[in-house]
């Protein structure tokens, strides 16, 4: 048995309509998965099976707010009913709010807290019962590199990708027993749209000098694609992660190792 597969289990992956979500989506169903996305706007229910079938796999599309806990339940009791029970929860779903600390809302903060801390919390509470019943499941936190490190204007968003990183290792201390593995993927910097604004070329057509200091600070020398994170993602989903659990896989191309090249 190739213990990569993931035939015939139910992957649910939240924010799975475009950018990393999908990217890991489209990875956990060309391994074998049966593939459900969430998205907070109806419209990309379709923009998002659209974009499943161009890649040559089937998803189906949920609506749901991952921190209106009732909305969450009603939307794993439609897959339940559906396609079987989830199987394979991946905690995706994230905002970020670049703001100086002293200049941010505590509203602010706290909506960046809602959708990266405690939606995860949520989903994963709305999946581990049926997870228990069945003897397995797997959970996969979409943590960040700033689970480990801080930057200016990010305060919030380091608050919960730090919690996120403790809710993984508290949920495999409490549910390791039930055969329930819940580890974390930490992207490095990714190219995607919310690290555009961060790669925007300047007036004068040069590199943006987060850009060049991202690169400077990479071994890789590269900023990640979200091709990169399929990998890892369908090893944390499959059988072939049964033994790890807690853990956090970096996947930033060594930026996390290393102190930055010599100016
Ligand atoms: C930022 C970036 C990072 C990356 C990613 C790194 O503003 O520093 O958005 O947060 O998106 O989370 O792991």
Redesign the pocket.
Known sequence: MNSFSLEGKVALVTGGAHSIGLGIGIGLAQAGATVCFNTSKPEHIATGEAAYRQAGVTAHGYCADVTDEQAVKEMISAIKKDVGSVDILVNNAGI?K?IPMCEMSVEEFEQVIDVDLVAPFICSKAVIPDMIEKGHGKIINIC???SELG?ET?SA?ASA?GGLKMLTRNICSEFGGANIQCNGI?????ATS??AP?RELQPDGSRHPFDRFIISKTPAGRWGDVSDLVGPAVFLASDASNFVNGQILYVDGGILAYIGKQP
């Open positions: 970020i670049r960040s590199m700033m930057r990010v968003y990708k930490g992207p490095g910097y990714i919310q690290t961060l």
